[in-house]
């Protein structure tokens, strides 16, 4: 009994390792951000990279907006989708709904 107790414990701490600590709603916000004021991107790239989000698809959004604006491209919700379609990667991020998020 008590064997099974550790067992359950252990899992839980096993579990807790497996899942890296994450925010999606703070991955969302820089996006967002970025989004809204473009002129932050200096500031935000020192600071974060595409590898330090933990969804997929704001790692694959992070990208697009890195290259947009690293190619001194407009950046707004539109220039995103378009570029994320011609990359065919519009769809791997939940397509026009999730950017709008």
Do not use: C
């Amino acid at each position: 009994m008590s064997e099974q107790r550790t067992n359950a414990k252990q899992d839980k701490q096993v579990d807790a390792i497996k899942t890296p600590p994450h925010s999606i709603e703070a991955e969302q916000s820089v996006i967002g951000g970025l989004l809204l004021d473009n002129e932050r991107w200096d500031t935000v790239a020192e600071k974060v990279m595409a590898s330090d989000f933990y969804s997929r698809p704001h790692k694959i959004v992070f990208e697009a907006v890195k290259s947009i604006l690293e190619d001194s491209q407009p950046l707004d919700l539109i220039t995103l989708s378009e570029f994320l379609e011609r990359r065919e990667q519009l769809e791997d991020v939940g397509a026009l709904p999730t950017l709008q998020t």
